[in-house]
């Protein structure tokens, strides 16, 4: 037989609610994953579709520029179709983050790295099956650069400091500048370098798979990346 409290006595303390978006792996974390299938995706982009890039637009600017003054080895059709197809991406992305301004940092990041994942799985699948084709190398651009758009899009709503996933050009003057040696304190040097490498590393391991195993694995291994790390993303820095 139970008996009811003393009406004077105050209620239960209810558990704090849990907080869903320091559920899983930090941002910086995932970012610096971003980094490395950036560098997967623009060695497949610049070795195997015809030296244009679909992550790093600085470059594909240059690359254009080349291909206009009529340099071999370089295409406008290739570059002007990864640089449209990167703005659409990045337009949509920011009608997405637009939709979640103020909500869910996690959500934001998950459905956009799904969405990523989703769309380099496609240009994986067809790279399988239709190699060399014209057919393929247009629809890996486009997907890649939309992707890539989409990304980046959504890093520049989530603000995280020296972690752009794409380019390195402020990361490695940040280096520079802001180290011990340039008259700064050099707090932020461990983010910037861990950056620096995970770029250079995706690139290189990007470019070994491109040599000896074709385009469809690097972008295959960019899907899988970039799916994992959207399961598993927080909405924490």
């Known amino acids: 037989m ?15 609610p849990k907080d869903t978006e320091a559920r899983g792996l930090r941002l910086v974390a995932v970012l610096l994953g971003l980094t490395v299938v950036s560098g997967l995706i623009d060695a497949v982009s610049y070795l195997g579709l015809g030296h ?3 992550a790093n637009m600085t470059g594909n600017v240059v690359v254009l520029g080349f291909a206009a003054a009529g340099a ?8 002007a179709t990864s640089v449209a197809c990167f703005l659409a991406g990045a337009l949509g992305g920011g009608r997405v983050t ?3 301004c103020g909500g869910s940092r996690r959500t934001l990041t998950q459905v956009t790295l799904a969405v990523e ?7 994986a699948v067809v790279a399988f099956t239709a190699p060399g084709t014209a057919g393929m190398t247009y629809t890996a651009i486009a997907l890649t650069a939309f992707a890539m758009g989409l990304r980046n899009a959504t890093v520049i709503k989530l603000g995280v400091p ?19 040696a340039g008259g700064g304190t050099g ?3 461990p983010r910037r370098t861990a950056s620096v490498i995970a770029m250079l590393a995706g690139a290189a391991f990007g470019s ?6 074709g385009l469809g694995t690097p972008l295959l291994i960019a899907a899988v990346a970039s799916g994992i790390l959207a399961a598993v993303a927080s909405g924490r820095d």
């Open 2 to 16: 139970t008996t009811d409290p003393p009406s004077g006595d105050p209620p239960p303390e209810e558990p704090p």
């Open 52 to 54: 244009v890039f679909t």
């Open 72 to 79: 071999p080895g370089f295409s406008v059709r290739h570059t």
């Open 98 to 100: 637009a939709r979640y």
């Open 117 to 123: 994942a989703l769309l380099v799985g496609v240009s």
């Open 162 to 180: 020296d972690l752009t996933t794409t380019v390195l050009t402020r990361t490695l003057t940040g280096l520079a500048a802001d180290s011990r």
């Open 187 to 189: 707090r932020r040097s």
């Open 208 to 213: 070994w798979l491109v040599m000896h195993q």
